[in-house]
Each structure stands twice: as C-alpha cells, then as structure tokens.
C-alpha cells in the first residue's frame, strides 16, 4: 500500500480508503472485506449518518475484530436535517454510539454544497460547536463533503478554516462539481483532500461503450478500464486518498494491487491523452449521469430510480433489447412510469438530475413492447399464485376447525 501525507496534520493515509456505503448488509461479508482490506494497509474507513445502517454494522466490526485503532474514521454530519443547535448534539452522540467509539478521527458536514447551506448551520453555532468537541478530543479534523458547483466550492473552503474536504473526482468530472479547480484551490489552502467516486459509482469499471473498451484494451501497458480510472484520479499530487466502495474481494485485490503501484504524475502524456479520449465517447453517450449512489430513495411510490437510470444508460451502449430485458428483469413493477412527479427525490440527489424528466425519458424509451405485455403476465401470474395460496390456507383453516 501506498500512502500519502495529510499536509495538516502529518497523518499517513492510504491511498485507497474504504467507502463503506457500497458495503451492502451481509455483515459476515462486510467483516471479511473490511479485515482484509486492513491487513493489506487500508487505513481510512468513511461512512454517514445517511447511509441506512452502515455506522451501526461498521461499528459493530470494529469492536468484535478491534480494529478501531488500526483505522482511521471518517462519518458525516447529516447537516440537511439540522433544524436546530440541539440536533448537532443528537445526530454526533447517535453517531458515536452507532459507531462504538469515543471519538471521529475525519468528521464531514455531509453534501455541504452551497455557502448558504455553512451558513444556515453557523446561525445554529455550528462554529463554537466544533471548537468544543475539538476540544473534548471528540472530532481530530473537521472538513466537508461536496456536490455543488465551482464557485460555492470556493466560497465553502474560504468560509472556515477545514482541515480537508471530499470532491467526487474521475476523469468524467475533471471539469465537473468542483473538478479539477477546487482539488488545486483547495490543496493549496493546505487541506487534505480525499476523493469520492473515482470510478463514477463503478460507471468507469464496467458498462463502458464497445468504442472505450477498444481504446483500452488495444493500449499499452494492458490495463482494465477501472485500473486507468484509479491511476488517473491518483495521478493527481495533490488527492490525498481516493474512496472506493469495494463490495467484493475480487475488486478489493484489484484496487489494492493498483493502490500499490500508482504514483501521483506517473501517466505519460499518450496516456492521458487515450483516457482524453475515452472520456469524450462517454460523455456523448450518457443519458443521465446517475452514480447509483441511492440518495434520491426510497421513493414513496417505490420507483427504482438508480436501477431504471442504469438501464436507460445502456441503451447507448447494449442493443435496447437487452436493456428492456435487464429492465424487465430487475426494475420490473417498480418502473419509471410509476413515478407521481412528487419530486422529493430530486432534492437530495448530489449530482442535480432532473430525476422526474429523465425517468420519463426513460419510460418512454424503456416501457414499450415487451415491458408493458410482460408486466401484465407477470402480475397475473402473482395475482394466481396468491390465489392458489389463500385456497391453500382456507383448506388448512377448514381441516383443523
Ligand atoms: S418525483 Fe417520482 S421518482 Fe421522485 S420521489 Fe416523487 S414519485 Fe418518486
Ligand atoms: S438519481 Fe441522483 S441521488 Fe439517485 S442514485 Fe442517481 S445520482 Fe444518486
């Protein structure tokens, strides 16, 4: 493993930090991967508040394995519903108590995306309240996670004195959210800057269009698509860490291997020309830029909403035959059309999708022949199943009175 110096403080982080949120709910899994990744030198481990029951499970790991010192924390703040100064109190000592733990070693204000959002928090005493649990050794380092533009990236670095920040960063987003400027504004503040998304949500390790993988796999040195991706975002001198939400240990082994090797300004200039490349054919053939990352649910009316993104998305790249298949497959009932146009989801996507007109696209695209006739087979397959269910319970009910 390679490690990087957070400039603040001098901490020795790993390149590759761990993004628990992608770690799923099978906790002997979990367990596995997360002690593995340990062992192998991953040294920072990130979740939030947010993310259903990661805290708690992550917490509940590192006590049975004892772990905890061994790692570096980071959770997050849910600073979108603070409604008053108590709340900051409530949310942290939730978060400790889920976590097990006495103290947050990296703590973020979750999706802080605009300078307005700082200071609706400071009016709550945010400020002091940091100081204090500073004091108390509860918080090490205090920063921000970010999704909204250029400019209120800056404004939030120039507003408080963080400790470090995390930007979504991959070579889709160079010029995108904060990108490549806020990573260099930022880093020359002197804060550490820990990136998320490196492989869009897994976008840029499978799923790319034919054009893509024929620009990577007849490239030299042999690479897979997520290793250019990886060395990309690592490239960058000034990234401290990059967070992958590994949910396998084929993908761990695989990150690690290139976590070991990839030094910042290492690719060569054919080389981020062929990645300049790549993301050009991309870009032309994205329908929604959904990351998968599952903020925007769940929707009260039980729209699949990243699922029917990403097969939208496949549209471009796959026959659509095959998309309305996967479509059919594993979004089923729960389809675009489904959507009431309520637009709670759109509020809390980071990536700022129209979600309620891309899934009409998608409906339109998606819900013809032979989704509409399948769903109708399916549906009186379940209704005559369940018959044969409940005249099975009558039958019982009558033999035992
Ligand atoms: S806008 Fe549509 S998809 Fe979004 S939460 Fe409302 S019903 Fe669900
Ligand atoms: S629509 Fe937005 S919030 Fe929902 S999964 Fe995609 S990127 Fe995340």
């Not at 390149?15 to 099978?26: D, E, I, K, Q, T």
């Amino acid at each position: 493993m390679q490690y990087r110096t957070n400039p603040r403080n001098g901490d020795q982080l790993s390149v590759l930090g761990y993004g628990c949120m992608r770690l799923g709910r099978n906790e002997k899994e979990a367990e596995k991967l997360l002690v593995s990744a340990v062992e192998q030198g991953v040294n920072y481990l990130d979740t939030a508040y947010f993310y259903a029951g990661n805290e708690a499970m992550l917490g509940r790991i590192l006590q049975r394995t004892g772990l905890r010192d061994r790692v570096k924390l980071a959770t997050k703040m849910p600073q979108y519903f603070v409604k008053k100064p108590a709340d900051l109190d409530r949310f942290f000592n939730i978060e400790l108590e889920h976590l097990q733990t006495d103290f947050v070693d990296y703590y973020l204000m979750h999706t802080l995306n605009s300078l307005d959002q700082w200071q609706r928090l400071v009016g709550f005493g945010v400020m002091e309240w940091i100081a204090a649990k500073k004091a108390a050794g509860q918080i090490k380092n205090i920063g921000f996670s970010f999704h909204g533009s250029r400019e209120e990236f800056r404004r939030i670095v120039d507003a408080y004195p963080w400790e470090f920040c995390m930007i979504q960063y991959n070579y889709l987003d160079e010029y995108n959210q904060a990108g490549k400027d806020g990573l260099l504004y930022a880093a020359d503040k002197g804060m550490a800057v820990m990136v998320m998304e490196p492989l869009r949500g897994g976008r840029l390790a499978m799923g790319l269009p034919r054009e893509v993988q024929d620009i990577f796999s007849h490239a030299w040195p042999e690479r897979n698509p997520a290793e250019w991706g990886l060395r990309w975002v690592w490239n960058h001198p000034q990234v401290t860490l990059a967070l992958s939400g590994m949910n396998t240990s084929l993908v761990l082994e695989e990150n690690i291997r290139v976590a070991c090797d990839a030094k910042p300004d290492s690719l060569s200039e054919e080389e981020l020309a062929l990645i300049d490349r790549a993301r050009k054919i991309i870009l032309e053939k994205t329908k929604v830029p959904c990351t998968g990352c599952g903020y925007c649910m769940p929707c009260p009316y039980g729209v699949e909403i990243p699922l029917c993104f990403s097969c939208y998305n496949e549209t471009a790249v796959k026959s659509k035959f095959r998309s309305q298949m996967k479509y059919i497959t594993y979004v089923g009932a729960h389809g675009a059309s489904r959507c009431k146009q309520c637009g709670k989801c759109e509020e809390h996507c980071p990536q700022s999708i129209p979600i309620r007109e891309k899934l009409a696209e998608a409906a339109r695209s998606l819900e013809g022949f032979p989704y509409k006739p399948a769903q109708a087979l399916i549906g009186r397959w379940l209704r005559w199943e369940k018959g044969q269910g409940d005249q099975g319970s009558e039958r019982k009910e009558e033999h035992s009175s």
